[in-house]
């Protein structure tokens, strides 16, 4: 049992013997309940100052190897998204600008989910950023589309037409509808032997009026098209209105099918080949360029 000695009765903590062991003076429980407090309150501060010496700790400097692996994986998620990557590991020290243009190219609307696209608001600005670097000496355009949006399309094939810096594009699969003025839009053209190029009216969705108007609207969007075509490649704005207008090849459409070489001979490419032959025209008009 706990037993409480009155004040008067203490004659000084200095003097006064030592309470026995189950005798306990007021004033000395509480400075042992301080004492007690006050180490543990030390003891819980440890962990911190053993955190803030880890966090003063310096850390270890990244090697270069984790450096390349994070450009790469930068890379990977660039190519990834957009189909887009800069190539300069190459024996000729340039550093080429690698563009893809696959799929259907979508415009103001969103297309399905389920459907490969390029999108117009993705290509733009890329394409700007290219002229406007100067570590950027060429680029490489390879095409693969179904054709898409008119207006973005257009949009497109002029940006690449006003690049400063060298251009070649390459037709791997098709380039169709408005896919071939992207693929006459850059300083040089190759198409696959197998590649393959369609030429066709303009079609519209969605409500049409049938009116002189609408009409008018079809011919001077065509007309704009054909312009472009025979402005960047050596094909004649009559003769693609007639590959555009024929009725003896497409059983539920007008229009004409060239496959590689007779692209060629239409005019439209520049030559039948494939990648190292683009490479190698780019990497020549890079140094012409350099001289």
């Given amino acids: 049992?706990?037993?409480?000695?009155p004040n008067h009765e203490q004659k000084g903590?200095?003097?006064?013997?030592?309470?026995?062991?189950?005798?306990?003076?007021?004033?000395?429980?509480?400075?042992?309940q301080v004492s007690q407090k006050t180490e543990h309150g030390q003891n819980q501060e440890k962990p911190k100052e053993h955190g803030?010496?880890?966090k003063n700790q310096k850390k270890p400097e990244k090697d270069s190897g984790s450096d390349g692996g994070r450009n790469?994986?930068?890379k990977n998620e660039e190519l990834r998204e957009y189909g887009q990557m800069e190539l300069s590991n190459n024996r000729?020290?340039?550093?080429?600008?690698?563009?893809?243009i696959i799929g259907e190219i979508e415009g103001h609307d969103c297309l399905p989910s389920t459907t490969k696209t390029t999108k117009y608001e993705h290509v733009l600005p890329r394409l700007a950023e290219i002229e406007d670097n100067q570590d950027s000496e060429g680029l490489l355009l390879l095409l693969n589309t179904v054709g898409g949006d008119v207006e973005s399309g257009l949009a497109i094939a002029e940006m690449i037409a006003s690049i400063s810096k060298p251009t070649v594009s390459l037709v791997l699969g098709g380039s169709h509808s408005i896919g071939v003025p992207l693929a006459v839009s850059t300083d040089y053209s190759y198409i696959v032997p197998s590649g393959t190029m369609v030429i066709h009216p303009v079609r519209m969705?969605?409500?049409v009026i049938g009116a002189q108007p609408t009409y008018?609207?079809?011919k001077q969007m065509q007309t704009r098209i054909l312009k472009f075509i025979a402005?960047?490649?050596g094909a004649e704005e009559k003769r693609l209105e007639e590959l555009m207008m024929n009725t003896g090849m497409l059983t539920k459409d007008l229009g004409t099918i060239l496959v590689g070489e007779e692209a060629v001979k239409e005019g439209l490419i520049d030559a039948v080949g494939g990648i190292d032959q683009a490479f190698l025209k780019l990497h020549s008009l890079i140094d012409e360029r350099k001289l």
Avoid at 92 to 100: D, P, Y
């Fill in 1 to 5: 049992m706990l037993e409480i000695i």
């Fill in 13 to 32: 903590k200095e003097s006064r013997p030592d309470p026995g062991p189950f005798q306990w003076d007021l004033s000395r429980q509480w400075e042992w």
């Fill in 52 to 54: 803030q010496n880890q």
């Fill in 72 to 74: 790469q994986e930068e």
């Fill in 92 to 100: 000729e020290r340039n550093k080429i600008s690698l563009l893809t």
């Fill in 205 to 207: 969705n969605g409500t």
């Fill in 216 to 218: 008018d609207y079809f």
């Fill in 231 to 233: 402005a960047h490649s």
